[in-house]
C-alpha cells in the first residue's frame, strides 16, 4: 500500500472511529430528544452543527469548482448560500422556536389550523429532502472510489453503515454532537490546503487576502489581474468579470437565499436551542462557521484556475507537452473527469475557448477541490486529509436530511394524521424505523442514480423557495392569512416552478418529453430553469394575498396564536400537548 | 394607541432596517452597481467583485449579530424575555 492510501485509511478511519463513539455517548432516550436534543443545545454548537448540517458535497467539492470556470458569475452561489441565514435569522427561526414544536410541517399545520396544509408541508419536505440526499450518497461513493480505491458500491454501503449507527442511535440528540466533530474535521480539510496554496502564490496564508494580493513570483502584479489576461488572452471571458447575465443573477441570488431560508432540515436545527434568545444567536455563529468556508471557496476558485492554466501552458505559447504531463493529470484521465485530444498532433496541450481548437475535452469542475492539493504539489497528508473532509461533509448532510424525513413521516404523518393516540415509545420506535428505511431508500438511489440527478438540487431548492418560504413568511407576518390562501399559494407557486423546470427540462427530467426545450431563447426574461423559484415565490404570495381578501381572514384564535409566538415570553397554549 | 410603539413594530423596523442593507450590498453593490463599482480598486480585487465573493458575506455575518443583540435590548425594554 502507497503512502497516500495508508495516510487516507488512517484519516477517514480515525475520524468514523471519532463519529461512533460520540453517537454512543450521545444516545436518544426521549422522542424530545430523538427530534430536537431535548431542546438543550447551546447556541455556539448548534452553529456549528448548522455549518456541518449545512454545508454538503456540493458547497465542498463542486462550489469552488464552479466558482473557478464561472468566475464572478459564480456569486451567485456565495452569496445565494449565506444571505438566507440573514432572512433565517429575522423572519423565521425566533418565531417557530417560540411556538415551540419539533417539524416545520407541524408549525405550518398549527398556524394555518389545517391537515391539508400539514400533509402539503410533509410532500414539499420529502421531495425536496430526498432529492438533495441523492447527492449525498453519490459523495460518499466518489470519495471512497477516488481515495481509497474500493469498489462505488462498497463506499456507498459503508456511508450507509455509518449513517445507519449514529443517526438511529442518537437522534437529532447525537447528529448534533456528531456533526460539531464533523464540522472541525471539514472545515480543517478545507481551509488547510488553501492556506498553503494562497502561501506559494501570494505569499499570504490568508486566503481571503491572498486572492487580492500580488503575486510571490516578484512582478508585482495582483492575482487577479494576472488571471484576467491569462483566460481573456485564451478567449475565455475575464474571470473577475464573467456575468451570467443580470436579470439572471438577481432571480438566481434570490431563489437560492429564500430556498436556503425555506429548507426545511436547516429550519429545524432552531427546535434545538433552549430559547428564542438562542435561536437568533445560533443563526449568527452558524452564519460565521458557513462564512469562513464560503470565503475560502473564491479564494480557492481563483486558485484551482490559475494553477490549472499554468500547468498547461507556464507561459503564452509554451504548451505542455502531452508526455510529460504530472501525475495528477494521469490519475484524473483514468477516471474519465479529465479528458486530452491532440487535434492539431503536435502532442501539446492547447487550452483554448474556441471549441474547435480547443483540446481539454473535459475539466469537470467538480475535480478542482479534489485534485488541487496534487495540482500544487501539497503532501499527502493534505490530499488525505480533503478525502475525510469530503466525507465528513456529504455524512453530515445527509444524517440531517434523513432526521427531517423521518421525523416529517413519523410526527406529522403518523403520530399527527394517521395514529393520534400513539405512545411516545412507539414513536420513537416509528422514527428509528422510518429512519431505516429512508436509509435504504437513499443508499438504492445512490446505488441506481434516476436519470434526473442532476436537476434535482434546483428542483430542491425551486421547491422549498415557491412552496415552504412563502408559507412561513406570510403565516408569521401576516396575522390574517388564512388556511385557504395558504394552500392556494402553497400549490400554485409549487405548481409554476414545476412546470417551467420540467417543460425546460423535460417531465421529471426524462429527456425527450421536454416541452418548451431547454434553450435559452425560450426561457422567461433570460431565467433559467435553476433560478426560477423566486418567481414560484411571487406566484405564491400573489395568489395567498388574493385568495385570503376574497374568502376572509382567519379565525381570531389563530390571530392570538401569531400575537403569541411574536413575542419571546410566555407560553404557547398548546392544543395537543406533549 | 397613536404615538405609541409596540415591540412588534420596533422588532419589524429593525428588521426593515437590516434588511434594507442586505438588499444593498448583495443586489445593489454585487449585482446591480457592480459595473460602476469595479473602477475602484480594494488592493487587487475591483470592488464590486470584492461585495459580490467577500464584503456581502462578512456583512451578513455582522447585521445578524447586530440585530440580536438589539433584539435583547428590546426584549428587556418591554420585558418580553424568555427565561
Known amino acids: ?578 | 394607541m397613536e404615538g405609541e410603539t409596540t415591540y412588534w413594530q420596533e422588532n419589524l423596523r429593525l428588521i426593515f432596517i437590516c434588511l434594507a442593507i442586505w438588499f444593498v450590498v448583495s443586489f445593489g453593490f454585487g449585482l446591480l452597481l457592480v459595473e460602476p463599482l469595479n473602477a475602484i480598486r480594494l488592493g487587487g480585487y475591483k470592488l464590486g467583485f470584492w461585495f459580490a465573493q467577500q464584503g456581502s458575506i462578512y456583512t451578513f455575518v455582522a447585521l445578524i449579530f447586530w440585530y440580536s443583540t438589539k433584539m435583547n435590548q428590546l426584549d428587556k425594554k418591554y420585558n418580553v424575555e424568555d427565561q
Open chain 1, 1 to 578: 500500500m502507497d503512502e497516500l492510501r495508508l495516510y487516507t485509511w488512517i484519516a477517514v478511519g480515525g475520524t468514523f472511529g471519532l463519529y461512533f463513539f460520540i453517537a454512543w455517548w450521545a444516545r436518544a432516550g426521549s422522542t424530545s430528544e430523538f427530534y430536537a436534543a431535548g431542546g438543550g443545545i447551546t447556541p455556539l454548537q448548534n452553529g456549528m452543527a448548522i455549518g456541518a448540517d449545512w454545508m454538503s458535497a456540493a458547497s465542498f467539492i463542486s462550489m469552488a469548482g464552479l466558482i473557478a470556470f464561472l468566475g464572478y458569475g459564480g456569486s451567485v452561489f456565495l452569496m445565494g448560500w449565506t444571505g438566507g441565514y440573514v432572512l433565517l435569522a429575522m423572519c423565521l427561526a425566533p418565531y417557530m422556536r417560540k411556538h415551540g414544536k419539533f417539524t416545520v410541517p407541524e408549525f405550518i399545520g398549527d398556524r394555518f389550523y389545517s391537515r391539508t396544509a400539514r400533509i402539503v408541508a410533509v410532500i414539499c419536505l420529502i421531495i425536496a429532502s430526498v432529492t438533495y440526499i441523492i447527492g449525498q450518497m453519490k459523495g460518499v461513493g466518489v470519495a471512497f472510489s477516488r481515495f481509497l480505491e474500493v469498489e462505488y458500491d462498497m463506499g456507498l454501503y459503508i456511508g450507509m453503515g455509518v449513517v445507519f449507527v449514529y443517526a438511529t442511535l442518537g437522534g437529532m440528540k447525537g447528529i448534533t454532537y456528531t456533526q460539531i466533530a464533523q464540522y472541525v474535521v471539514l472545515i480543517t480539510a478545507y481551509t488547510i490546503p488553501a492556506i498553503f496554496i494562497s502561501l506559494q502564490l501570494t505569499g499570504n496564508p490568508i486566503p481571503q487576502l491572498g486572492l487580492g494580493s500580488t503575486l510571490a513570483d516578484g512582478s508585482g502584479v495582483y492575482l487577479l489581474d494576472k488571471l484576467d489576461m491569462v483566460v481573456s488572452d485564451l478567449g475565455f471571458k475575464e474571470y473577475t468579470t464573467a456575468s451570467l447575465g443580470s436579470v439572471e443573477m438577481i432571480a438566481y441570488t434570490m431563489s437560492l437565499m429564500i430556498g436556503t431560508a425555506g429548507l426545511p432540515h436547516v429550519i429545524m436545527r432552531f427546535f434545538t436551542v433552549p430559547s428564542v434568545k438562542a435561536a437568533r444567536q445560533s443563526a449568527g455563529y452558524a452564519l460565521v462557521f458557513i462564512a469562513l468556508l464560503y470565503t475560502v471557496a473564491p479564494a480557492v476558485g481563483a486558485m484551482a484556475r490559475f494553477n490549472l492554466m499554468n500547468t498547461i501552458e507556464p507561459a503564452a505559447g509554451q504548451n505542455l507537452v502531452y508526455d510529460e504531463r504530472p501525475q495528477w493529470f494521469k490519475d484524473w484521465e483514468r477516471t474519465g473527469l479529465l479528458k486530452f485530444e491532440d487535434k492539431n498532433g503536435d502532442g501539446k496541450i492547447q487550452y483554448v475557448a474556441d471549441s474547435t481548437t480547443n483540446e481539454m475535452v473535459k475539466v469537470d469542475r467538480d475535480i478542482m477541490v479534489l485534485a488541487n492539493p496534487s495540482i500544487a504539489n501539497l503532501p499527502n497528508w493534505v490530499i488525505a486529509l480533503v478525502a475525510a473532509g469530503g466525507l465528513a461533509a456529504a455524512l453530515s448532510t445527509a444524517a440531517g436530511l434523513l432526521l427531517a424525513i423521518s421525523s416529517a413521516v413519523s410526527h406529522d404523518l403518523m403520530k399527527g394524521v394517521l395514529m393520534p393516540d400513539m405512545s411516545e415509545k412507539n414513536e420513537l420506535r416509528a422514527s428509528r424505523i422510518v429512519m431505516t428505511l429512508s436509509i435504504l431508500l437513499a443508499g438504492y438511489l445512490g446505488l441506481n442514480p434516476p436519470g434526473f440527478a442532476a436537476g434535482t438540487v434546483a428542483l430542491a431548492f425551486g421547491l422549498a423557495a415557491s412552496s415552504i418560504f412563502p408559507a412561513l413568511m406570510m403565516g408569521i407576518f401576516s396575522k390574517k392569512m388564512s388556511s385557504k390562501a395558504a394552500i392556494a399559494g402553497m400549490c400554485s407557486g409549487l405548481g409554476v416552478t414545476m412546470l417551467y423546470v420540467f417543460q425546460h427540462k423535460g417531465i421529471m427530467f426524462i429527456p425527450g418529453t421536454s416541452f418548451l426545450g431547454g434553450m435559452e431563447p425560450n426561457w422567461f426574461f433570460g431565467i433559467s430553469p435553476n433560478a426560477f423559484g423566486s418567481i414560484g415565490a411571487l406566484v405564491n404570495f400573489a395568489v395567498a394575498f388574493a385568495v385570503c381578501k376574497v374568502t376572509g381572514p382567519a379565525p381570531i384564535e389563530i390571530q392570538q396564536l401569531v400575537e403569541n409566538f411574536r413575542t419571546p415570553h410566555g407560553k404557547i397554549a398548546d392544543a395537543h400537548g406533549h
